[in-house]
Nanobody
Framework: QVQLVESGGGLVQAGGSLRLSCTAS????????MGWFRQAPGKEREFVAA???????YYEGSAKGRFTISRDNAKNTVYLQMNSLKPEDTAVYYC?????????????????WGQGTQVTVSS
């Protein structure tokens, strides 16, 4: 069983930056594809970014050019660097993992989830 713990959320002004971290335990981290999703109040959970075991990355449209997903297998940690934040980025951000070579973009394909971390961007 894999446990995921996110950190790094908070309150930031529009245009600012945050770096989210997600540390995994209970599995061989390097064998997992990792993803970040977010859920705003009253909205469905949506894909933000994913990274394959190989390090290849994928992004949702509004995240491209502003967010960067990366992983450090030695630290069992995946990161989401978020720059040029906008009020519409406000949401609870969740880390997810699946033991797969491929990196899905739908939440149903991930097996393990963190508890989420709140990101609030003020205008």
């Amino acid at each position: 069983q894999v446990q995921l713990v996110e950190s790094g959320g908070g309150l930031v002004q529009a245009g600012g930056s945050l770096r989210l971290s997600c540390t995994a335990s209970g599995g061989t981290f390097s064998r997992y594809a990792m993803g970040w999703f977010r859920q705003a109040p009253g909205k469905e959970r949506e894909f933000v970014a994913a990274i394959k075991r190989s390090g290849s990355t994928y992004y949702e449209g509004s995240a491209k050019g502003r967010f960067t997903i990366s992983r450090d297998n030695a630290k069992n940690t995946v990161y989401l660097q978020m720059n040029s934040l906008k009020p519409e980025d406000t949401a609870v951000y969740y880390c997810a993992a699946v033991r797969s070579y491929y990196a899905p973009s739908t939440s149903s394909e991930f097996d393990y989830w963190g508890q989420g971390t709140q990101v609030t961007v003020s205008s």
